[in-house]
């Protein structure tokens, strides 16, 4: 199983980020997949998840109407379209499944700041 990240990096507050989740080693379409993230000295903490076929999504109060996740099951792929950035929302993004064990991947870096 591999989960990879991308798509962090600097951006000011007010602006937009688009992550993805590349993923492999499993049936990425039949597993509902998650976003979390952890900020310096902070605890991990859910931030979206969606099911299997992108029908149902839930995010945390603190992203909801900024974060939309959605996921790409012909390319493996999930994403976090992150817009209306605030300088809580940096952090290290991660990727997760639970297949009966959680896997996370490297985790991608957002940082908010003027």
């Known amino acids: 199983v591999q989960l990879v990240e991308s798509g962090g990096g600097l951006v000011q507050p007010g602006g937009s980020l688009r992550l993805s989740c590349a993923a492999s080693g499993f049936t990425f379409s039949i597993y509902y997949m998650r976003w979390y993230r952890q900020a310096p000295g902070k605890e991990r903490e859910w931030v979206a998840r969606?099911?299997?076929?992108?029908?149902?999504?839930n995010y945390a109060d603190s992203v909801k109407g900024r974060f939309t996740i959605s996921r790409d099951n012909s390319k493996n792929t999930m994403y976090l379209q992150m817009n209306s950035l605030k300088p809580e929302d940096t952090a290290v993004y991660y990727c997760n499944v639970d297949l009966g064990s959680d896997y996370w991947g490297q985790g991608t870096q957002v940082t908010v700041s003027s």
């Open positions: 969606i099911s299997s076929d992108g029908g149902i999504t």
